[in-house]
């Protein structure tokens, strides 16, 4: 009888242990499965993070501003320079920054001709007029060669490849600064008749081949941005509705 009732108590003390075995591995399963589910969510918040910096960083900088500030911010972030390549410079040079010397390109002969009278004659700086495509003209320089290089109304003239192409190879050349100034988005502009907007023979040169967005710059560039820009195109005719443009700065450290 004795043994009967120990081997029955044996059974129930058994039973009772391995439930309450079964209900700590239970528990332990679920605080592991609770610990795994927060660390995936920590690591979903530092991917996200991640992404989010990347995407903050792609860029560099981005500030907005109306049109009559644009430059005038933009001014106050430029470095001084003793040496400037204006590439592209049409007849309208940049004026956002007095080097001692402004070398002035463009592959239009007809637009530099209309530059020489007035900054070739009298003026306290010396302007260089190169006649040549931005192929050519880098082609000119060593690394290092020049303080700023100014794309201004530029990359939008040219395939897409082709102008990250000139752009990188800018970088290579500015001891100190590029500036690159473009229509936010693509612009349509196509160029018809006999003589372009100022009245010469660039018509080729006028055509726009790719539109552009601050994403499409890398790290480290500074963005400055006009929403409403444009509000007149070409040929001064009024555009339905205003046109955003920005300026990209990527500066050397």
Known sequence: MRTTIR??????CSGIIREELRMVLYEKNGIIAKLEEENEKKRQKISFLREYIRARDRAGTVCSYDREELETELKAKLCSAEVVLDIGCGIRPQRLIRAKTHIC????????????????????????????????VLALFPPRSVDSVFLLDVIEHLQKEKAKELIDRTLVLARKQVVVFTPLGYMSQEEEGETDAWGLGGMKWQKHRSGWTPEDFSAGWDIYRCDKYHTHDSRNNHLPKPFGAFYAVKTNN
């Open 105 to 136: 390109c463009d592959p239009h002969l007809e637009y530099l001709e209309k530059l020489v009278p007035p900054l070739g004659e009298g003026s306290p700086l010396c302007h260089v007029f190169i006649n040549a495509d931005w192929e050519q």
């Open 7 to 12: 081997n029955f108590l044996k059974v129930i």
